[in-house]
Antibody
């Protein structure tokens, strides 16, 4: 059974940094594209970052470009999101997601909440 | 590419049919248009990928169609578990993904 478990969320001050992690199990992690998405309370879903299985193709939403970095460790079936220069409008539930532009995003974690507030 | 969805809210009874619309500001490739269901407090679930293909485990009362800038999600007979928010999502073929604002299907 596919399982994605996020961790690392919490309360951080504006300008601060946070690193999210995602532990994957139940499938061959190294075969799949992975992404981070987020959803602010009461808002629509927003794509954050996307990477291929070999970390060669990586793209970011304009809203996070230059501040967030997605990475993965295929040996440990783990996905990461390093977030810096955090802003109040980065407050959201962050989801680790499996999938691609062609297959759709077919497996989602339960999310980890990031709150940016002074 | 900006996605708009209509209606904002659909109030229906169990057993009714539902047609949800997703309109794009520019043409979207059929391979790149997907639909999701989200219930309160839960992560989204993929329903339809590439416009018209049901994801694994999705019942056949869900179907998708469309092309260009107009896409639809149809639910033939609403079950009690189908009352939720539905989002369409696209990839522009270059470097951006986006979601529509969602359609809420609630119980009349």
């Amino acid at each position: 059974q596919v399982h994605l478990v996020e961790s690392g969320g919490g309360l951080v001050k504006p300008g601060g940094s946070l690193r999210l992690s995602c532990a994957a199990s139940g499938f061959t992690f190294s075969d799949h594209y992975m992404s981070w998405f987020r959803q602010a309370p009461g808002e629509r879903l927003e794509w954050v970052a996307y990477m291929d299985s070999g970390s060669r193709y990586i793209i970011y939403a304009d809203s996070v470009k230059g501040r967030f970095t997605i990475s993965r460790d295929n040996a440990r079936s783990s996905l990461f999101l390093q977030m810096s220069s955090l802003r109040v409008d980065d407050t959201a539930m962050y989801y680790c997601v499996r999938g691609s532009s062609l297959t759709g995003f077919d497996a989602w974690g339960q999310g980890t909440l990031v709150t940016v507030s002074s | 590419i900006v996605l708009t969805q209509s209606p904002v809210t659909l109030s229906l009874s169990p057993g009714d049919g539902a047609t949800l619309s997703c309109r794009a500001s520019q043409s979207v490739g059929r391979a790149y248009l997907h639909w999701y269901q989200q219930k309160p407090g839960q992560a989204p679930r993929l329903l339809i990928y590439a416009t018209s293909n049901r994801a694994a485990g999705i019942p056949d009362r869900f179907s998708g169609g469309g092309s260009g800038t107009d896409f639809t999600l149809t639910i033939s007979r609403l079950g009690p578990e189908d009352f939720a928010v539905y989002y369409c999502q696209q990839y522009d073929g270059i470097s951006r993904f986006s979601f529509g604002p969602g359609t809420k299907v609630d119980i009349k």
